[in-house]
C-alpha cells in the first residue's frame, strides 16, 4: 500500500459542491468502515463555518490545517479554480494532493505541478479518479464495493475502465493493495515511473496491473525503469489516428503514440499485454 | 482548437514576429481592389485546416498579370474535401534560408519543449526520424518568464544570431495564448530580416472560454452538440453506434467491437452522471447517424444509478436495438424496467459487444 492510511487525515477543497459534498460522505463511510482516519476538514472560500455531512467547513486549507491533522487533500473545484487550489495545498504543507477535477487548462497543471514539488508535494490527477487501498483508505469517486484486499498493484490513466479491471482481478480471487487513478490529461502529476517506483518498495505488492491508452509515451517509460512483474492493457487499438477521444491525453501523436506500437514496444520489453480486459488475471496468475 | 494559418500569423505579428506581407480574401474580386499595394509576385494560400496542403494543391504561385484569375481557380478547388472560403495572398519571399522551430508540451517532463532545426520546410518529420540529433532541444517548467539566454544559444547552435530573438517571442506567445503548440515552420532569413513564413497555433480546448473564443471550430455539427449537453462524441465508419462512461471503457468497448469483428459507427462518452435526460439525449444522437444498425450501452460505476439509466434508453424511443450493460446503484430496478420492455442485457462488456456484432453481420 502506498501514498497513506488509516491514520491519513484528509482535506477536501470544494467540499460545498454538489460532488465534493457527496463524495465526503462516501469516503467516510469507508474510513468508518475500515477503522481510518477520514476527511477532517472541508475547503471552500467564503462558507467557513458551515458543515457537509459533520464535517468542518473553512476560508482557507492553512485555516483548516491550524486545527486540523492532515497530509493529504482531495480536490472538487471546478476547472478553472484547480490550478490554484494544487497550489494552495502544496503551499500549506500538505504532502499529496489527489486532483479529480477535469478540464483543466493544461497551462494551469504544468504551473501547479512545478510549485509543488517545490514544496515536496505530490500530485495524483488531475482528471482522475483517486486511489483506493483496500481496507485501508479511499481518497476519490472510485466504487470501493469491488475492491478487494491483497497484493496487486494497478495503475491507470482511465476511471471506469479501472473499475472494469479491478473487478474482473476481484471476481478472479486476486485482492489489490493499491489502485492509483493517475489521470487522462496530457501533463500529470505523478506517471506510471512515479507509482512503479512507490510499488517496488512496497512489501505488500507483488505484481501490477497498468492501464494505459494511446497517446505519449509513459507506459513505455515506466515498465523501462521498474523491476517489478508488470501486466499491461492499453486501450485505443481501433482509435483512428488525429481523433479525440474524451481525455485530451488520448490525442496520437505523429504515429508513435497509436495503441499498436505502444504493445509492440511493451512487449519487445517482455511485458505480458492483455488484448482484452477479461485477460487481465489469466496473465496475473502467469506471474506469480 | 487549431487556428488558421492567417490568425497564428496575425498573433506572432502582435508579438513583435516579422510576418510576410498580405492580405485576406474571402473572394477573388476582393483581390482586385488590394493588387496596386501587392508585390509583382504573390503567393495565394489556401485557409484551410488540412495537413499537407501544398501537395494537396492548395498553394498557388502568381503574378499580378494572374493573380485574381489565380484566386478563382484557388477558390473554385478542394482541398482534401474541404471548401476553399478564404485565401492569404502574401509576398513571395527571398529566401536565403529555411529552418524550422516549434514549442509544444513535453509530457515526460511535464515542462515546455522548444525545438530548433537548422533545415525547415514540409521534410522536417523525415528529419525527426533519419537524423534526431539534427533538431535541437531545450525544455524548461512553464513558470519561467523568458527562455534562458544558454538555452537560445543552445537552440541557434551555428545559426545567426537574429534568429534568437524570434524564440524569445514565440514562447511569450505560447505561454499566453494557452497553446498546446506554436510552430513556425519555416521561419526564414531573407534580405530584409527574419521572417516567419507559415505558423501553426493550437489552443487548448480547456481555455478557449479564457481565450475569448466561444465557437470551437473543430467540431463537426454533431460533435458541437454533443459538446453542448457535455458529451463527447467522435464519428466513425461502422455499424454499431457505442455509448459508455469515461474515455478509457468507451475505447476499450470500441477496442472489443473490432476483435470480434464488427465496427463502430461513432462513439460518445456520456462523462458523470447518467440522469434519465442525459442518458435519452445520448442514445437520440448517436441513433440519428443513419449508418448505425445497433446500439451497445456499456455504463459502470459506483454512483451509476442504472434506474436512471434504463428511464433515459426506454424514453429516448428509437427504432435501432439497444444492447445494454449496466453495473452500479439499482441494478435490480434498472434491469426489470429493461427486461419488461424486451431490452437485451448480458452480464458482461465482452457479451453486449458479441450480440451487437451479430446482429449488425
Known amino acids: 500500500m502506498i501514498f497513506g492510511d488509516k491514520k491519513t487525515g484528509v482535506i477536501v477543497t470544494g467540499a460545498t459542491g454538489h460532488q465534493g459534498a457527496f463524495h465526503i460522505a462516501l469516503m467516510n463511510e469507508y474510513a468508518k468502515n475500515v477503522g481510518g482516519t477520514g476527511v477532517v476538514a472541508g475547503v471552500t472560500p467564503g462558507k467557513a463555518g458551515q458543515e457537509v455531512h459533520g464535517v468542518p467547513v473553512y476560508n482557507s486549507v492553512r485555516d483548516a490545517l491550524n486545527e486540523h491533522d492532515a497530509s493529504a487533500g482531495v480536490l472538487f473545484v471546478p476547472g478553472f479554480a484547480a490550478g490554484d487550489s494544487i497550489m494552495e495545498c502544496a503551499g500549506a504543507g500538505l504532502s499529496l494532493v489527489v486532483a479529480i477535477t477535469e478540464h483543466i487548462p493544461v497551462h494551469d497543471t504544468m504551473r501547479a505541478i512545478s510549485y509543488a514539488k517545490m514544496n515536496d508535494c505530490n500530485v495524483i490527477g488531475p482528471n482522475c479518479p483517486g486511489l483506493l487501498s483496500p481496507g485501508e483508505i479511499k481518497l476519490g469517486i472510485m466504487p470501493a464495493q469491488l475492491f478487494s484486499r491483497g497484493h496487486i498493484g494497478v495503475i491507470s490513466r482511465s476511471g471506469t475502465l479501472t473499475y472494469e479491471i479491478v473487478d474482473e482481478l476481484t471476481r478472479a480471487g486476486l485482492g489489490q493493495s493499491t489502485v492509483v487513478g493517475i489521470g487522462g490529461d496530457p501533463v500529470i502529476g505523478q506517471t506510471f515511473t512515479d507509482v512503479l517506483a512507490k510499488f517496488s518498495d512496497d512489501q505488500k505488492t507483488k505484481a501490477v496491473v497498468i492501464i494505459g491508452e494511446v497517446g505519449g509515451a509513459l507506459e513505455e517509460e515506466g515498465a523501462k525503469a521498474t523491476d517489478i512483474p508488470i501486466v499491461a492493457y492499453i486501450a485505443g487499438i481501433s482509435a483512428p489516428p488525429e481523433k479525440r477521444m474524451g481525455h485530451a491525453g488520448a490525442i496520437i501523436e505523429g504515429g508513435e503514440g497509436d495503441a499498436r506500437s505502444k504493445i509492440e514496444r511493451l512487449k519487445a520489453m517482455g511485458v505480458q499485454v492483455a488484448s482484452r480486459p477479461s485477460e487481465v488475471p489469466r496473465l496475473i496468475h502467469h506471474l506469480i | ?361
Open chain 2, 1 to 361: 482548437m487549431k487556428i488558421l494559418e492567417y490568425e497564428a500569423k496575425k498573433v506572432l505579428g502582435e508579438s513583435g514576429i516579422t510576418i510576410p506581407e498580405g492580405v485576406l480574401i474571402r473572394t477573388p474580386d476582393e483581390l482586385t481592389a488590394h493588387l496596386p499595394s501587392l508585390p509583382d509576385n504573390v503567393v495565394l494560400k489556401a485557409q484551410v485546416d488540412v495537413g499537407g496542403r501544398g501537395k494537396a494543391g492548395g498553394v498557388l504561385m502568381a503574378d499580378k498579370t494572374n493573380a485574381v484569375e489565380t484566386a478563382k481557380d484557388l477558390f473554385s478547388r478542394m482541398i482534401k474535401n474541404t471548401p476553399v472560403k478564404e485565401v492569404l495572398v502574401e509576398e513571395r519571399l527571398d529566401i536565403i534560408h529555411e529552418y524550422y522551430l516549434s514549442i509544444a508540451i513535453d509530457r515526460s517532463t511535464r515542462q515546455v519543449l522548444i525545438l530548433f532545426a537548422d533545415a525547415g520546410g514540409v521534410e522536417i518529420e523525415k528529419v525527426a526520424k533519419e537524423d534526431p540529433a539534427a533538431i535541437r532541444r531545450a525544455s524548461l517548467p512553464l513558470i519561467m518568464h523568458d527562455v534562458p539566454a544558454f538555452m537560445v544559444r543552445d537552440l541557434l547552435g551555428n545559426a545567426p544570431k537574429e534568429l534568437g530573438p524570434v524564440i524569445n517571442r514565440l514562447y511569450h506567445v505560447f505561454v499566453k495564448k494557452d497553446a498546446l503548440l506554436a510552430e513556425i515552420n519555416p521561419l526564414v532569413t531573407t534580405p530584409r530580416g527574419v521572417i516567419a513564413a507559415d505558423a501553426k497555433l493550437i489552443i487548448d480546448d480547456n481555455s478557449l472560454k479564457r481565450q475569448g473564443i466561444t465557437v470551437n471550430r473543430d467540431l463537426s455539427d454533431r460533435e458541437r452538440e454533443a459538446e453542448r449537453f457535455g458529451f463527447s462524441y467522435v464519428e466513425l465508419e461502422g455499424t454499431i453506434g457505442v455509448i459508455g462512461n469515461g474515455a478509457g471503457l468507451t475505447m476499450s468497448t470500441l477496442d472489443l467491437i473490432e476483435y470480434y469483428g464488427g465496427r463502430a459507427a461513432n462513439f460518445l462518452d456520456v462523462g458523470g452522471g447518467a440522469e434519465q435526460e442525459r442518458v435519452m439525449n445520448a442514445v437520440r444522437l448517436v441513433s440519428s447517424v443513419p449508418s448505425v444498425k445497433a446500439i451497445v450501452v456499456n455504463l459502470l460505476g459506483g454512483i451509476t444509478r442504472c434506474d436512471e439509466v434504463a428511464k433515459g434508453i426506454i424514453s429516448a424511443g428509437i427504432s435501432q436495438p439497444v444492447i445494454v450493460r449496466l453495473a452500479g446503484t439499482n441494478e435490480e430496478e434498472g434491469r426489470k424496467l429493461l427486461s419488461d420492455k424486451g431490452y437485451q442485457m448480458p452480464d458482461t462488456m465482452e457479451q453486449v459487444v458479441k450480440v451487437a456484432v451479430e446482429m449488425t453481420r
